[in-house]
Structures are given as C-alpha cells and as structure tokens.
C-alpha cells in the first residue's frame, strides 16, 4: 500500500515537470517568434517611409529645375531687351548722323543765277534718298544771296534758288508737300566779308530737317 503511494506520488510529480517544461518551451517559443517577427515590421516601416522621401526629393528637384528654367528665361529675355536697346540706338545715331550730313552739306550758285550746278544734283539725289527713307520727315530748303544787289533783288533771287532745289526734288519723286522753301536774301552770310571768296560761301541754299 505504502509502495503504491509512493509510485503515484512519482508519477504525478514527473507528468507535473513534463507539463511545466512544456509550458516553458511554448512561452520560449513565442516569445522567440516575436522577436523573430518585430524586425520584418520594422523594415515593411523604413519601406514604406522611403517612397516618401523619394517624393520629397523629386519635388525639390522638379522646384529647382523649374526655378533654374525661370531663371534662363529671364535672363534670354534680357539680353533680347539689351540687344534691341542697342540696335535702336544705333539706328538711331545713324539717323542723326543722316540728318547732321543733309544739313551741313548745302549747294552754291553762281553769281545771280539760281539754276542747280552739275556737281550738286549727287547731293540732292542723296538728300531724296534720305527723304524717301523716311516718309515721316520734311525739309526747308533756305535760298541765300551774297550782299550784292537790293535787298528786295536778293530776297526774290534767294526764293528762285530755293524753289530751283524744291523742283529737282519732286522731279525724283519727293512730294511738294513735303518740301518747304523759303529766301533770307543776304540776312544770313556764311562768310563775313566782300570779295568774291566771301561771296562765293554765301551763294547757297541751306537744308534743315523737320520731323512732323
């Protein structure tokens, strides 16, 4: 009787220690199964935080691309600006510089005559060229005299100069109407004095350009 006691005391005692260690090994198990499964968690985290990064650098790139093509842009359109300032200001200075030519270049006559002398009907035809250029621009054509003769002589002398100059323009194609001519007789001497040098410099008809 004894004996048996003691054999099932035995018995129960192994299937509690069997119990227990498999209990432990279970825990043992999960637990190692946690640890084993955390890290794919963590890595799926990173993975799934990488797309946004990459959006957020795409971005930064793309925004300074576009600023990089602003810029270019710009910076074109200047030099467009820069450029068609410079090309107007020269075509501006050669305008002046045609204007400044028509002007300083006058034609003389000969002693109380007032028809246009071989040599100076190149200078008028440059002077149509220039007109015919530019549709927007007039001329005055001024007859001068020397300070022989009456003032009234020379005053209708000085005109017939002028209107000899105005009608070998028209004949080349510029518009009476945009040829003015006027006389200042022997008012206005280019050369002070009273030999024929003098004389000579003031024969002439003068060329002012007039904008309208």
């Known amino acids: 009787m004894k004996?048996?006691?003691i054999i099932a005391v035995f018995v129960v005692f192994a299937f509690s220690s069997v119990f227990l260690l498999s209990?432990?090994?279970?825990?043992?198990?999960?637990?190692?199964?946690?640890?084993?499964?955390?890290p794919p968690k963590e890595v799926a985290k990173?993975?799934?935080?990488?797309?946004?990064?990459?959006?957020?650098?795409?971005?930064?790139?793309?925004?300074?691309?576009?600023?990089?093509?602003?810029?270019?842009?710009?910076?074109?359109?200047?030099?467009?600006?820069?450029?068609?300032?410079?090309?107007?200001?020269e075509e501006?200075?050669?305008?002046?510089?045609?204007?400044?030519?028509?002007?300083?270049?006058?034609?003389?006559?000969?002693?109380d005559k007032s028809f246009i002398r071989l040599e100076y009907r190149s200078v008028l035809k440059e002077k149509a060229d220039f007109l015919k250029d530019n549709p927007n621009i007039y001329i005055r054509i001024e007859g001068n005299c020397d300070e022989r003769g009456t003032n009234e002589y020379?005053?209708?002398?000085?005109?017939?100069?002028?209107?000899?100059?105005?009608?070998?323009?028209?004949?080349?194609?510029?518009?009476?109407?945009?040829?003015?001519?006027?006389?200042?007789?022997?008012?206005?001497?280019?050369?002070v004095g009273h030999g024929g040098g003098a004389w000579a410099q003031n024969r002439r008809d003068d060329f002012t350009v007039i904008a309208k």
């Open 46 to 89: 990173v993975e799934k935080e990488k797309p946004a990064v990459k959006e957020v650098k795409e971005t930064e790139e793309a925004k300074k691309a576009e600023q990089a093509k602003l810029e270019k842009l710009k910076e074109l359109e200047m030099t467009k600006k820069r450029e068609a300032e410079a090309k107007m200001n």
């Open 92 to 111: 501006k200075a050669w305008q002046e510089r045609r204007i400044a030519k028509v002007e300083a270049e006058s034609i003389y006559f000969d002693f």
């Open 154 to 191: 020379n005053l209708a002398l000085g005109e017939r100069r002028a209107n000899s100059a105005a009608k070998f323009l028209v004949s080349i194609g510029i518009s009476p109407d945009r040829i003015e001519a006027i006389s200042y007789g022997e008012e206005r001497p280019l050369a």
């Open 3 to 5: 004996r048996n006691l």
């Open 23 to 38: 209990s432990c090994a279970k825990k043992q198990v999960v637990t190692e199964e946690k640890q084993v499964k955390a």
